[in-house]
Structure formats: C-alpha cells, structure tokens
C-alpha cells in the first residue's frame, strides 16, 4: 500500500496526481484479476450454499451439505467448467472493483489530508492514523459498492442456474426451466424411477449427463440475464440486494484496509524500527493482507448472505413466482428457517479463501507500486 505517499499538499490541499491515478486502476485491476481466478470455484460454492437458505429445511431443498460436498458435487457433475461457470463477469467486474477501491481509498486519504491541514496547518506530517484510514477505506467501499451490485447479481444468476438440474430424486418445479428444458426433466425423472435393472439405470445415468450438457447450453447469458432484469423489473432491478452489498463493503472494506495497514505497519518496524519508511518485503504484504482478507469476511458476512439469496431466488424458484421483499424482511425469513447458522451458510470455506485471495491482491498491489514506484 502506499497510504502515505499516494499525494501530496500544494497550498494545503491534498491532491491526486493523473499519474498515481493510473498506478491505482492498472495495479488494482491486475491484482483483482488474479486473485479472482484463484477464488472463484469457492465463491461459486459460497453462493449456492447461500441461495438455499431461503427455503426452509422441510421442503427438502438442502442440496448441498457444506462446501466441500458443494465443491465436489459441482465438479462431479458439471466438470472443471462448472466450478468456473459465470467467470467473465466477476473477472472484468473484480478488475473494475479492485481498481476502484485502490483509487477511491487513495481519494479519501488525501480528502482527509486536506481536511487535517485545514485544521492544523502547520502539521507537515502526511500521516493518518488507522481510524482515520478505516474511515477512508469505508467510504472507498461505499462508492464501489454501487458499482459491484449488478455485477453480483448477474454473477450470481449465473453460478445457481445448473442447481435446476442434477441426479437427485427432487427436481425443481416444471415452471423454472425453459418449456424445452420442461420435457427433459419430465423424461429423465420418469426414467430415473422406473429403471429396475443395472443396465437400464446406466442408461438413464448416460442419458441424464447428455441431457444436462443440453440444459447447459440453453441457459442465458451474461446480455440475456441483463435484459431479463431490465424488463421485468426495470434499470432498478439490476441493484437488487444493494443494501447487503453497501453493508458489507462499507464495513468489510473499512477492516480489510485498516486492518492490513496496522500489521503492515508493525511488521515493517519490527524489521526497519520505530518511524523508519521503506517498502514492505513480498511476504509482509502477502501476510497483512490475508489476515486483512479473513477480518474483511467476517465483519459483515451475513450481509452477503442475505444478498446472495435475494438475487438467486428468482433463478432457482421461476420467473415471475417469487414476491420481492426487503433486504431485512428476507434476513428475518432466512433467520427463521435457518438460525443464525443459515446466515453465516458457507463463512468457513470463504475466509479459507480469502485469506490467501487477499494475500495475493496486495502482494501484487504492492509489488507493482514497489517495482513502478
């Protein structure tokens, strides 16, 4: 990170230069790149362990145990590309999060600046204290979070859709597939229950596989899932679940930053002593940032809970069959299905990953600012 050296005081007014503008956007994307492809298998399981809290326990719609039986049901299923299934999306949208957290948490430091020399202007010290850096980074997450909503939501339309088809016994009501989809569910349900003999199940196995493979290509896009939103609920309806989104970046973000400063700062004066600059070693970026990464989970996780659920529904129960209720309307609904346990569906295995997620996010953050620098 650079907290201290992203801008500077001209006429007691703390500025951000086009140049360290561009350092933020480029280095922030590539990190974000990154560590996206390493985490997604896991936030693709994160999201389909959410999007079945909103079912209660009687109705049977429990489909995955925990992530590492989502994890290899996905792959046994679906295949390697399965557990990347709605990549390009969170990609490009983690590029554009992560550029714009950089650079909106670089603006906020130097508003601050500007703020604390307006106060005491004969202060020459740039430096911020950790409230003060959690406050910037909060407003950082409040500004991107507007940005990350619909890229979310489409997202995680994308990573529920193949949960419509699978070998169980309980398939999901005839009105959530296509009508061509309808007839392939009907057929291989009726196969499934009346196969007797070895060789005839086979078949149906063989013929299940097929068949999800052509489920598979008739599913929406990326383009379509957005013109479906936009026509039936309007430009609005691509922010659904935005106050899950604004709470958890808000605080998570807040923490994720504070957090990773703090440790960077004292494992940098372990080694260095008190007050000394310098750039941090690799290793002492990478391990403040998963820590920071670990803190950032579980400040508000069950924020994306509730968020995750409220964008699935539709995908998983139909078009047009479920009523849209208030973030805090579904939170107390999934509270009372499911417990505190249901709103906090998948928290180990995402801290899992977001620890080494964010260690690598600011390794290469601050190995590119160090190299470039």
Known sequence: MHSTDSGSLEDGVAIVTAKEAAKDIAFGSVAGMISEVFEYPFDLAKVRLQSQMLAPVSEGSIRFTGPWHCLTKTWTEEGFRGLYRGLPAPL???????????????????????????????????????????????????????????IELVKCKMQVQMMNVHTSARIPPIHTTPKPIKQIIQTNLIAQRTSNSTGRAKHSTLTLSADREAYRKRLPGVLDIIRTTVHDHGVRGLWLGHTGTLLRETGGTASWFAVKELLAVKLKARRLGEGIHGDLLPWESAVSGAVSGGACVLALYPADTVKSAMQTQEELRGHGMVTRTSFWKTATRMYANHGVRGLYAGCGMTVMRAVPGSGIVFLVYDGLNSWFG
């Open 92 to 150: 490009a949208g983690s590029m554009a999060e992560t550029a714009a957290l950089f650079f909106a948490y670089s603006s906020f430091q130097n508003f601050l600046r500007a703020y604390s020399f307006s106060q005491h202007p004969h202060e020459t010290s740039l430096e911020l204290s950790v409230p003060q850096l959690g406050l910037a980074a909060a407003g950082a997450g409040f500004v991107t979070s507007f940005i990350l909503t619909p």
